[in-house]
């Protein structure tokens, strides 16, 4: 392997100085300033006004979500109901041979409380079944078609987990939220082949090291997906560093430690070095927008009802408590206040349950955190995992949470310096494709807490807003921390050569500018990916 020479100004780490010089050879880092410039390098790059440093981690994402995406009928961004249906009218015309059409990603903040109706689909695409995923992956609107397959009708009882939206006679209206809900349809459309699904995470590691992202955490992962990934690892097909996280059922997750166990020991022996699966998945509860996250108190518009917790608290702690003493790190879905302290609660019932060991576990998201509740990261040691994109004033916020909780609550949503100043480990995560992969995007948010058009001007609920310097460090040392991968945190002589060139400085850019800050090379373990 060739060595390398970097050659400007270079940001080794949370903490560090700064340095002028740094040579990698073999995947690591093997010099820093004078000695790094003695060493020299076969090729040397200079960095102009520029930045290098460790490269970025996503500490919360789906990669092969998104890259599926990509086959699909293009939904995203799309700002209107007739230009959905159009687009996936389009896509089935040139798919005549595809018998369902499944896409993802449209904005459930296009209609009234983000109720679709099956007809709006039907004008576009009647004679097949038509699925797609909300960009909270949390919510399905489909055509009758794929409701008639599903054989959900005015008879079909309400699931345990999950809600039928319904029309004033109660037939289904189209929208389907949560996971038994959602189920009904989506466990009619059919597998997708390995070859596309090796295919759709080629597309993710392309998105990934455009945007300097070395290390992402699969949050969601079926058995299914797990021969994709180590296809993909046997054939270099995997541009990217991915620990899978193996989502847990509370029907059945009993069965699942034995499943989960042979599927990580099946990673270990065949999926090379950049892959692992150590981590299981919690969802405590569901979304605020779709009124399914787990308060405290009731939801403003819907005074009967606190949402939705997936699990009983004590069933999760059950839960929690024997993965962790199968050696799983537990990484837990929790939005609202309700289901932030019932993950809490789990995580301290298996660190009182268990031996001791290096669990490093994680709530992520963090929407809405009791004022009671803050202190417990840091004393329970467990990783607030946040993604910064979404703690702005957008659409999302105004036209359907902000309503659901009330002002008191809103202001406490995504309470990251308060984390970051109790001592709690924070790491940042993008939750693509939910929402971008950038992270200069999540980082322009984190630092003002404003939206891309500058609002409101003072930034919302400004006290949280972090340091560039925290922002950074949440991207890059705090999820190499959730990674277990203390020789990626900081760019130290030994240490990993998973770097990223930045075209300017963010500590010194205009801080509306950030989300601008183009990239210009990523590396992983030395080997330029972009």
Request: glycine share 10%.
């Amino acid at each position: 392997m060739t060595s390398t020479l970097f050659r400007g100004t270079i940001r080794t780490g949370s903490g560090l100085p700064d340095t002028d010089a740094l040579a990698v050879r073999d995947g690591r880092v093997v010099a820093l300033g004078p000695d790094a410039l003695a060493l020299g390098g076969d090729e040397v790059v200079e960095l102009g006004d520029g930045l290098l440093m460790a490269a970025f981690g996503d500490g919360h994402a789906h990669p092969l979500f998104g890259g599926l995406e990509h086959f699909g009928p293009q939904v995203k961004g799309l700002t209107s109901v007739e230009a959905i249906a159009a687009e996936v009218g389009r896509w089935a015309a040139e798919h005549p041979d595809e018998d369902w059409i499944v896409g993802a990603s449209y904005d459930p903040t296009l209609v009234p409380d983000g109720e679709f109706d099956a007809r709006w689909l039907d004008a576009a695409v009647a004679d097949r079944p038509v699925v797609l995923r909300a960009y909270d992956y949390h919510t399905v609107w489909c055509n009758t078609e794929a409701l008639r397959r599903a054989g959900v009708t005015a008879e079909t009882a309400e699931p345990r987990l999950g809600w039928i939206v319904r029309r004033p006679d109660g037939s289904p209206m189209g929208t389907l939220r949560e996971w038994h809900a959602c189920d009904l349809v989506l466990d009619r459309v059919p597998g997708r082949p390995v070859d596309e699904l090796v295919d759709a995470l080629r597309v993710a590691g392309t998105a990934y090291a455009s945007a300097g992202l070395t290390w992402v955490q699969d949050a969601w992962v079926e058995p299914e997906m797990v021969p994709a990934y180590v296809e993909a690892a046997r054939r270099g097909a995997l541009a990217f560093r991915a620990n899978l996280a193996f989502r847990a059922d509370p029907d059945r997750w009993h069965e699942q430690r034995a499943e989960f166990g042979t599927a990580r020991a099946t990673v270990a022996a065949e999926g090379g070095p950049l892959l692992s699966a150590r981590t299981v998945k919690f969802f405590a509860d569901g979304v605020i927008e779709g009124g399914t996250a787990a308060l405290l108190t009731p939801y403003c518009d819907a005074p009967h009802s606190c949402g939705m917790p997936v699990w009983p608290p004590a069933a999760l702690a059950e839960a929690v408590t024997a993965f962790d003493a199968d050696g799983f790190q537990v990484h837990i879905h929790a939005i609202g206040d309700a289901g932030v302290r019932a993950a809490l609660d789990a995580i301290e019932a298996a660190a009182a349950g268990n031996p001791d060991w290096d669990r490093r576990p994680v709530i992520a998201h963090v929407q809405i955190v009791d004022p009671a509740d803050l202190a417990r990261f840091a004393a329970l040691g467990v990783i607030a995992n946040f993604e910064p994109l979404w703690a702005q004033l957008d659409p999302l916020q105004m036209e359907l949470s902000i309503p659901r909780v009330g002002p008191a609550r809103a202001d406490r949503q995504y309470p990251m310096r308060g984390l970051v100043d109790s001592g709690a480990p924070v790491s940042f995560g993008s939750d693509w494709p939910v929402s971008s992969q950038l992270p200069l995007e999540g980082i322009q948010v984190a630092v003002t807490r404003r939206t891309f058009d500058g609002l409101p001007a003072g930034g919302w609920t400004p006290h949280e807003r972090l340091t560039v310097d925290q922002a950074l460090d949440a991207y890059t040392d705090g999820v190499a921390y959730q990674a277990f991968a203390d020789d990626r945190r900081g760019l130290v002589v030994g240490g990993v050569a998973d770097l990223v060139w930045l075209a300017a400085d963010p500590r010194v850019v205009e801080p509306m500018a950030l989300g601008r800050v183009a990239v210009v090379g990523t590396w992983l373990a030395g080997e330029r990916t972009y």
